[in-house]
């Protein structure tokens, strides 16, 4: 397919979204969010919805992936009128992170202006106390992370069965974050004559198995090649040893040609790390990962957007969804555990067809993660600079009573999902911590009318294997 914006038949006349079949308020809206021509996401994936037909889309976070499943489901819902039901969505949106799913709805509310949608967020690391009273009298469109959503489900606060539109954003990231079975859970206590969309940057095979039990007949749509990166990026390493890279982040952060930059790094406790050397640099800096509260989280990421702070420092779980328009550069003060996160991490600039440039920082330990990478890019990055043959940089005295974290710090391996580690004498790694309660009392008893059961799995919250989701 391409992206032209302009059909054959009765509707030739029409051009733009109007040919995609998108009407009256909602184009209007549309065209109100500077969104006047299509992109091609948006052109092959609009008209397949419309006509009812589930979409299977190998699309990144910048391609225009969110109007792209958000304009059909609108148009449905408003054409239907309000026919909401207490405790229910009628559609429901997971994203992999909290970051995202704001992001989403705030996207959704432009482009429902004017038209009578409500819409609710159901996120982990917030009150969960106004998001069940948000979804109380039923909503239009739920925007939410698997996690905190299937805790609303569990204990009868939301009721999926009249769910008749289900997107997966993100499907490769919720699968890296371990949230696969939760999906596969949710999905199936909606409603069966539902209409699915799967977005995912890449195809690994679990996503292309998720694919096959979810969605039914659907169309492939497709805008970028499989882990490749955007053109518009240019590339990087400088190898410099860990205990080089301070220096060398800080010289490099000098250039005032570093207008906005995102800074990566593998671990909460290094992007901590990070952000205090480089204001003891002279840098101001905002950070954000799993282990900061979601409203730390949301004005670390305001900031940035704003400009009041050029520099962002964060681990992977910034490496998807985020669009922050005009960053100019990445940084990635560590390799990541993940070949595929690279791509993602570079992502962030180069959006919009601008100009990006993505440093990476290479440690000789490093150098199989390099060449990994180097495998998925298919190419070899070019070498900026190589600090190996130069001295360690001599500490401050002043900080070297400091504990110096290991780049490798593992001790985030007992971590739950949302970045606190649990008390008690009993945390060995995959061994019970919390006895075998269920979590949350009455199970099983208080399952809503009309629900299908739907059975939790406590592993989820207490020491499930979550790899990428402990890191970030
Ligand atoms: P997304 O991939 O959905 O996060 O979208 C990436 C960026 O593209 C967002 O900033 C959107 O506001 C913008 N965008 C999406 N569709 C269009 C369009 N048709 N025209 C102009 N901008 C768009």
Redesign the pocket.
């Known amino acids: 397919m391409t992206g032209s914006n302009t059909v054959t038949g009765n509707t030739a006349e029409l051009t733009g979204?109007a040919a995609l079949g998108i009407t009256g308020a909602l184009l209007k809206a549309?065209h109100g969010?500077?969104?006047?021509?299509?992109?091609p996401?948006?052109t092959q994936a609009i008209p397949p919805q419309m006509e009812g037909r589930d979409i299977f889309g190998i699309?990144?976070?910048?391609?225009?992936?969110?109007?792209?499943f958000a304009l059909p489901i609108l148009s449905k819902i408003i054409a239907l009128g309000t026919k909401r039901r207490a405790k229910t969505t009628r559609a429901l949106i997971l994203a992999p992170t909290r970051e995202l799913a704001v992001?989403i709805e705030d996207?959704i509310k432009i482009l429902a202006k004017g038209a009578h949608v409500s819409t609710a967020l159901v996120l982990g690391g917030v009150s969960r106390f106004n998001q069940v009273k948000k979804v109380a009298p039923g909503v239009d469109i739920l925007i939410a992370t698997p996690g905190r959503l299937t805790d609303l489900v569990r204990e009868g606060d939301l009721i999926l069965s009249d769910t008749k539109w289900l997107v997966l954003d993100e499907g490769d990231r919720m699968l890296d974050m371990g949230f696969i079975n939760d999906v596969k859970r949710i999905a199936k206590a909606t409603a069966p004559d539902r209409q699915t969309v799967l977005f995912s940057a890449t195809m690994p095979n679990e996503i292309a198995e998720l694919a096959k039990g979810l969605l039914k007949n659907p169309i492939r749509v497709e805008v970028a090649p499989q882990s490749t990166a955007a053109a518009e990026i240019v590339q990087g390493v400088v190898f410099a040893r860990t205990k080089q890279k301070r220096q060398v982040l800080s010289t490099m952060l000098a250039d005032a040609a570093m207008k906005s930059v995102i800074i990566f790094s593998r671990t909460k406790h290094g992007a901590d790390r990070v952000t205090k050397d480089l204001e003891r640099d002279g840098f101001k800096a905002a950070v954000i990962h799993g282990n900061k509260s979601q409203n730390a989280r949301q004005k670390a990421l305001n900031d940035f957007r704003e400009g009041s702070v050029r520099i962002l420092v964060a681990t992977d779980i910034a490496a998807r969804?985020i669009?922050v328009?005009g960053i100019s550069h990445v940084v990635n003060f560590d390799l990541p555990d993940e070949a595929e996160s690279y791509v993602h991490r570079i992502g962030r600039t180069g959006?919009?067809g601008m100009e990006g440039i993505a440093i990476t920082l290479c440690d000789p330990s490093e150098n199989s993660k390099l060449r990994q990478v180097e495998r998925i890019i298919r190419s070899k990055l070019p070498i900026v600079a190589d600090h190996l043959g130069s001295p360690d940089p001599v500490r401050n005295p002043a900080e070297k009573n400091e504990r110096f974290e290991p780049a490798n710090d593992r001790n985030d391996r007992n971590g739950r999902r949302d970045g606190r580690r649990p008390g008690g004498q009993n945390n060995g790694f995959g061994k019970k911590r919390f006895g075998d309660k269920p979590a949350f009392a009455g199970a099983g008893e208080r399952k809503p009318e009309g629900a299908k059961p739907f059975k939790g799995n406590n592993k989820r919250r207490f020491g499930g294997k979550r790899p990428a989701a402990r890191a970030a």
């Open positions: 979204f549309t969010a500077g969104f006047t021509e299509p992109k996401i948006q699309a990144q976070t910048g391609s225009g992936k969110t109007a792209a992001q996207t969804g669009d328009p959006r919009n």
